[in-house]
């Protein structure tokens, strides 16, 4: 590792604008009837999280980004449909609320399944949950309710926000600001399906 400057990093596949529209105003309405107490995300942080690095060095960043490169030019673009709300771990222990997605996932874990590991090679921990594509759109603060978590989930599960052509991954800097997270874009990765 040398010794420049960390920076905070993650890995993810952006989502278009409609998409992040439709977020919103499912965002908006879930709002009203919501029992937990929950921080909302800004529809223009959310994204499909392929892996969080934390703080990484120059270095570092050039070695994940070879492995990233080297699995995303070989895989064709995915098609993706964002829908059915969720919450992690438990309904009993409710700490993210998050959309899922359908279509193409199983080129997209088994990326990830490849991502993994070259990154392992590398000498970054591997990640000891299976990996479940999902969009988190709310953090749950406190296990307070304000109504019938269960009631809710049932009535709002099935919400869609329309599907999307993934055609790559983009690494990102994470800069916490009292306004919340500032993201820039470091590298893009593009799907080339040879």
């Avoid at 223009?44 to 994940?64: M, P, Q, R």
Wanted: proline share 6%; net charge positive.
């Amino acid at each position: 590792m040398s010794n420049d400057k960390a920076v905070r990093t993650f890995l993810a596949i952006e989502l278009p604008a409609e998409i992040r529209q439709t977020i919103a105003d499912i965002q908006n309405k879930l709002k009203r009837s919501c029992p937990f107490d929950i921080r909302w995300l800004k529809p223009e942080s959310i994204h499909l999280t392929l892996k969080f690095f934390g703080n990484v060095s120059g270095d570092d960043i050039i070695a994940l980004s070879r492995v990233a490169e080297q699995h995303s030019a070989v895989l064709a673009p995915l098609q993706l449909a964002v829908k059915k709300l969720g919450v992690f771990p438990s309904l009993q222990r409710p700490r993210v609320l998050w959309i899922g997605l359908s279509g193409e996932t199983a080129p997209l874990v088994t990326l990830h399944e490849k991502l993994e590991q070259g990154w392992a090679d590398c000498g970054f921990a591997k990640e000891d949950r299976p990996f479940r594509p999902h969009l988190t759109i709310g953090r749950i603060k406190s296990s307070r309710l304000d109504g019938d978590p269960f009631k809710f989930m049932a009535q709002a599960g099935d919400w869609s926000a329309g599907s999307f052509r993934a055609n790559g991954l983009v690494l990102f800097q994470s800069n916490l600001t009292p306004q919340g997270a500032v993201y820039t874009e470091l590298a893009r990765f593009p799907f080339g399906g040879g």
